[in-house]
């Protein structure tokens, strides 16, 4: 499953901490959309799709939230809840976000812009799909 966890590098001093993101260093991918989901409540389950070419990286930059991935064999469960780690997610897996604490920010940078034709957001649509372009991980 192409995803990773990348830790940001953290400049802090007395006066507390900052994290920059720059896009081809600590971002691999241009970054051509921003977007920040927030006053999700904890019973709710959102997501339930995967993008056919879009790469995001996820930050939780306040309280914490779950990432449940799945490339059509295997699947991951993640929690975000550090301002200084990103989840990276390549295109062709797809996502459930959930557990959302009351406070929680999750920050996502895009490699494209809004583009409803790029989610499949059926899963046995997205199951056809991941067989057909082999995103699928083979069991270990
Ligand atoms: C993803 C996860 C992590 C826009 O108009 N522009 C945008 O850039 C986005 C992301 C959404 N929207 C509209 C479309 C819907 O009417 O905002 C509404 C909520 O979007 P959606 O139901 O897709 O939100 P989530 O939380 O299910 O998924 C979002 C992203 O759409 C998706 O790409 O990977 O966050």
Redesign the pocket.
Known sequence: MNIKIINFQQHGDERGMLVALEEAKEIPFNIR?V?Y?YGTAPNVR??Y?A?KK?E?I?ICISGSCTIYLDDGNITKEIILQEPYEGLYISNGIW?E?YDFSENAVLL?LASEL?DESDYIRDYQEYIAYSRQNNYMEKEK
């Open positions: 959309r977007y989901i959102r997501g799709h993008h879009l995001q996820l996502r976000m996502v809004y």
